[in-house]
């Protein structure tokens, strides 16, 4: 089970934390993601942390966002910096372990003045 928090309104400019908290033993061994979905339009990949801690990020966010992990704590993070209003969306968290892949519900992000 995978649980967002952190989303919130900010104003342009701002930062926000994201957080995902995992249940089960073998977090460690996932890779993890952030997807987003904005009113409309598909769900779109963001960034992803294997379970080595290599790091990959959208063209969109990168420079912005940095996307980590505790394995100690189960929980990945998305830092969230610079926002832009097309940032808003619902963001969503991603574990994936072979051949299982689990979601999150959302946690919504609105950037606006």
């Known amino acids: 089970q995978l649980v967002e928090s952190g989303g919130g309104l900010v104003q342009p400019g701002g930062s926000l934390r994201l957080s995902c908290a995992a249940s089960?033993?073998?977090?460690?061994?996932?890779?993890m993601g952030w997807y987003r979905q904005a009113p409309g339009k598909q769900r779109e990949w963001v960034a992803t942390?294997?379970?080595?801690?290599?790091?990959m990020y959208a063209d969109s966010v990168k420079g912005r966002f940095t996307i980590s992990r505790d394995n100690a704590k189960n929980t990945v993070y998305l830092q969230m910096n610079s926002l832009k209003p097309e940032d808003t969306a619902v963001y969503y968290c991603?574990?994936?372990?072979?051949?299982?892949?689990?979601w999150g519900q959302g946690t919504q992000v609105t950037v606006s003045s």
């Open positions: 991603k574990g994936t372990y072979y051949p299982y892949e689990y």
């Open positions: 942390i294997s379970n080595n801690g290599r790091t």
């Open positions: 089960g033993s073998i977090f460690s061994a996932y890779n």
